[in-house]
C-alpha cells in the first residue's frame, strides 16, 4: 500500500519538473515562462503577495480559500527557486535532515550571520 501523503510531496516534483520545462517556453503562451522571464524580483514579489493572501485566508478561517492560496503559494516558491538556481531536491533536503530535530534547536545551530 503506497503512502497517500509521498504520492501527494511527488507532486512538488513533478511540479519543479514542470517549471523548468517551462524556461524555455513562449512568455506569450506560458505564465511560467512569463514570470521566469519577468526575474527574480518580480518572482520574489508573487511569492510574499501570495504568503500574505494564504495568512489572510488562514486568520479568517476560510479553509477552502486558504487550500486555494496555499496551492498558489507553493507554485510560486517553486517558480522563485527555479529562476534562482535552487534546485526543489535541496530544499526537500534540508528539510529531511530537520526531522525530528526541535526548531528551537534547528534555528540555535545556524551560524549567525
Known amino acids: 500500500m503506497t503512502d497517500p501523503l509521498r504520492h501527494r510531496l511527488d507532486v512538488l516534483a513533478e511540479l519543479a519538473d514542470t517549471v523548468t520545462a517551462r524556461k524555455g517556453a513562449s512568455p506569450e503562451i506560458s505564465y511560467t515562462a512569463k514570470l521566469l522571464s519577468q526575474g527574480i524580483e518580480k518572482c520574489a514579489k508573487k ?23 496555499a496551492a498558489d503559494l507553493f507554485y510560486h516558491l517553486v517558480v522563485l527557486l527555479e529562476v534562482s538556481g535552487l534546485p526543489l531536491a535541496d530544499v526537500m533536503g534540508e528539510l529531511e535532515k530537520r526531522v525530528g530535530t526541535s526548531g528551537i534547536a534547528e534555528k540555535a545551530s545556524r551560524k549567525q550571520v
Open 47 to 69: 511569492v510574499g503577495e501570495e504568503a500574505i493572501e494564504a495568512a489572510l485566508a488562514a486568520v479568517k478561517g476560510d479553509r477552502d480559500h486558504l487550500k486555494l492560496e
